[in-house]
């Protein structure tokens, strides 16, 4: 797909690993409820290869990587959710070039959605305590909706919701979550470079442009 020949009509930014390094964040949350459950910890390098398709499959996924029954699930998940909203945001940084990013996609006259397999009770806050809340027309957590991605079911509520259609609507992110879900939805997809992506690299998403940085997006869609 040539994104210069498509006449953009809005944006759909996922949100951990492609506007903010959230990985601090997660490990200390993770941290904090493993050890109150009396269980080891998870390595950072795990946490920045299992983040991504919700918190759910998080805890699902730790649980097992540090040996602990799986029964532990629903205290894992509540100690986990407590940790989270008290320390959100306070071990994660906003990478390079998305705010400037934002604003020249603002600029364009696009309209901009944040979709995230985050829970909204994680994401909201998150957005407003980094500065980014105020550049979107909507925000959409991973419990929005009744599918997360890579299920379409997101990215076409958030086209309703920006009065957009698909095949005009950019969406951003960092992994083939991304990619499987704007393929699905007939939505044109940038990956950026330095996401999680699962471990694997991203040029294996196969999206229709990799960036180093968000603000060098607005460059692939004016006309050549």
């Given at each position: 797909?040539?994104?210069?020949?498509?006449?953009?009509?809005?944006?759909?930014?996922?949100?951990?690993?492609?506007?903010?390094?959230?990985?601090?964040?997660?490990?200390?949350?993770?941290a904090?409820?493993?050890?109150?459950?009396?269980?080891?910890?998870?390595?950072?390098?795990?946490?920045a290869?299992?983040?991504?398709?919700?918190?759910?499959h998080?805890?699902?996924?730790?649980?097992?990587?540090?040996?602990?029954?799986?029964?532990?699930?629903?205290?894992?998940?509540?100690?986990?959710?407590?940790?989270?909203?008290?320390?959100?945001?306070?071990?994660?940084?906003?990478?390079?070039?998305?705010?400037?990013?934002?604003?020249?996609?603002?600029?364009?006259?696009?309209?901009?959605?944040?979709?995230?397999?985050?829970?909204?009770?994680?994401?909201?806050?998150?957005?407003?305590d980094?500065?980014?809340?105020?550049?979107?027309?909507?925000?959409?957590?991973?419990?929005a909706?009744?599918?997360?991605?890579?299920?379409?079911?997101?990215?076409?509520?958030?086209?309703?919701?920006?009065?957009?259609?698909?095949?005009?609507?950019?969406?951003?992110?960092?992994?083939s979550n991304?990619?499987e879900?704007?393929?699905?939805?007939?939505?044109?997809?940038?990956?950026?470079?330095?996401?999680?992506?699962?471990?694997?690299?991203?040029?294996?998403?196969?999206?229709?442009?990799?960036?180093d940085?968000?603000?060098?997006?607005?460059?692939?869609?004016?006309?050549?």
């Open positions: 797909m040539s994104l210069h020949a498509t006449l953009f009509e809005a944006a759909i930014i996922d949100l951990d690993g492609t506007m903010v390094d959230t990985v601090g964040d997660f490990e200390v949350a993770l904090r409820a493993l050890t109150e459950l009396g269980q080891p910890t998870a390595s950072r390098a795990f946490i290869r299992t983040v991504g398709k919700g918190s759910e998080l805890i699902t996924r730790t649980l097992a990587e540090v040996g602990a029954p799986a029964s532990l699930f629903d205290e894992a998940w509540q100690r986990y959710q407590h940790h989270y909203l008290a320390i959100n945001g306070q071990y994660s940084a906003v990478y390079p070039g998305v705010v400037e990013g934002l604003q020249m996609l603002r600029d364009l006259g696009l309209r901009l959605a944040c979709i995230t397999n985050k829970p909204n009770a994680f994401a909201r806050p998150l957005l407003a980094k500065g980014l809340g105020g550049y979107f027309d909507h925000a959409f957590g991973g419990d909706f009744a599918h997360k991605k890579p299920h379409p079911m997101p990215l076409l509520k958030a086209c309703e919701a920006l009065g957009s259609t698909p095949a005009r609507t950019l969406v951003v992110g960092d992994s991304d990619a879900a704007a393929r699905a939805a007939g939505c044109p997809v940038v990956l950026v470079s330095y996401g999680y992506n699962h471990g694997e690299p991203v040029a294996s998403a196969r999206p229709d442009a990799i960036v940085r968000i603000d060098q997006i607005p460059a692939l869609l004016r006309s050549a």
